[in-house]
């Protein structure tokens, strides 16, 4: 089976000759596991047996989407917790510790932003954000305590493209690890290992949840970086070769974080799976009609998404997400004001935080997702206070088109 779908539908493939196969895995409803010796479980806790002791460590659901997610991204190994920013925070903290720095992109989600400057930086964790565009300003802020260089595939809500293999480039001739962010396009239109990215972290509440359904996170290692070069995992790189990243994520970090993974979440975003690509591809072709329709709009000022041909990363996008663009579109007005206005007279795209859902949603992002932010670190950011984030779904082209245009007419 080599179709994306297909993968994604049948998992590991039919398995002939036996009776009473579901068709759905099992979720298993359970905290712990029996055991049939004192030594069994000894074993187990030690690492010597492969088996689920405690849903917190593990669990046969979750273990069953991390084996799949594996398969459709080709990782060589992958975790799943209970959300992206878990996912995030824990890998983290699994890289750096105090006085280490890391190079991360100035576009960057407002929670992985607060995260990373105002949670991290009272623990001594310094974060330094650059123009991932210019390769060479990446390069400038590398030293010898750089943990990781951190960016999204596509920017939240800049919808900014970097050029994903020269970013490796430099990460690598500095042996330095590359964490990218693929929740927005997902492994399905981007391949990061395929450009070099060595950890490839996604929220997996967005497309891969199939509409809004389970909150949940990703991190997937793609065996590319030499774990004996971390100052944080070489004792373990000596002990799991490659899976030293993976080992010390489950036998010790995520295990005292105790972020895991609900196995109802986990059986949801299998189901979620199975649709990925038929909703990406659905999504990316109507946000596209709908960037055009907007910018034929007299009251839209700006039109931002990448599979505009003026985008300035569209090219990039063009090669790097295979001819779709994602589900993210941004479209600015006069004045938050405006923006208010417009979204208030919305009646089919939803008021709602979130992206990739089944349902098209409309947010104010310098209001919401950073508002916590002053107006002077907003600008840096360029979080702008007449734009709007539409997150496309699955509704026809004509009926969005329609609800955004008496919407921006005023009554």
């Not at 049948?10 to 596991?33: D, I, K, M, N």
């Not at 290692?221 to 993976?246: E, I, M, V």
């Not at 799976?273 to 009251?299: D, G, H, K, N």
Request: with cysteine.
């Amino acid at each position: 089976m080599n179709d994306f779908t297909t993968r994604a539908v049948h998992g590991a493939g039919l398995v002939p000759g036996e009776s009473s196969v579901p068709l759905r895995p099992p979720v298993y409803e359970t905290v712990a596991f029996a055991f049939d010796s004192a030594q069994s479980i000894a074993d187990a806790f030690a690492g010597r047996r492969p088996q689920h002791s405690y849903s917190r460590i593990s669990n046969p659901t979750v273990a069953e989407l991390e084996r799949r997610v594996q398969e459709l991204s080709g990782g060589l190994g992958v975790l799943a917790l209970s959300s992206g920013m878990a996912a995030i925070s824990t890998l983290i903290l699994t890289l750096a510790e105090s006085g280490a720095n890391l190079v991360a992109s100035r576009f960057l989600f407002g929670n992985t932003v607060s995260l990373f400057t105002r949670t991290l930086a009272p623990w001594g964790l310094e974060t330094r954000l650059v123009d991932m565009t210019r390769p060479e300003q990446v390069a400038a802020a590398i030293d010898g305590n750089t943990r990781a260089v951190f960016l999204e595939s596509i920017s939240n809500p800049q919808l900014e493209v970097a050029d994903l293999a020269a970013i490796a480039a430099v990460s690598r001739a500095a042996r330095v690890p590359l964490i990218l962010d693929n929740t927005a396009p997902t492994f399905y239109l981007c391949p990061a290992r395929n450009f070099g990215v060595d950890i490839e972290l996604l929220s997996s509440t967005k497309y891969l949840s199939g509409g809004g359904t389970s909150v949940g996170g990703l991190i997937i290692d793609h065996g590319l970086f030499d774990w004996a070069t971390s100052p944080r995992l070489a004792k373990g790189a000596a002990a799991y070769g490659p899976f030293a990243l993976l080992a010390t994520l489950r036998r010790e970090v995520n295990r005292n974080l105790g972020a895991c993974l609900a196995p109802q979440a986990a059986a949801a975003q299998i189901l979620g799976l199975e649709t990925l690509a038929l909703r990406i591809e659905r999504s990316s072709a109507t946000a596209l009609a709908l960037a055009e329709f907007l910018q034929a709009q007299p009251q839209v000022q700006a039109t931002g998404y990448p599979g505009l041909s003026e985008h300035p990363g569209h090219a990039l996008a063009d090669k790097q997400f295979g001819g779709r663009y994602g589900g993210i579109l941004t479209f600015d007005l006069e004045s938050q004001a405006a923006c208010f206005a417009c979204i208030d007279r919305l009646r089919l795209i939803k008021r709602a935080t979130n992206i990739n859902d089944n349902k098209s949603l409309a947010i104010h992002p310098a209001s919401t997702i950073f508002g916590e932010f002053s107006p002077e670190e907003q600008a840096v950011m360029e979080i702008r206070p007449g734009t709007i984030r539409i997150s496309v779904g699955l509704e026809a082209p004509e009926d969005l088109m329609a609800d955004l245009k008496q919407a921006l007419v005023n009554p």
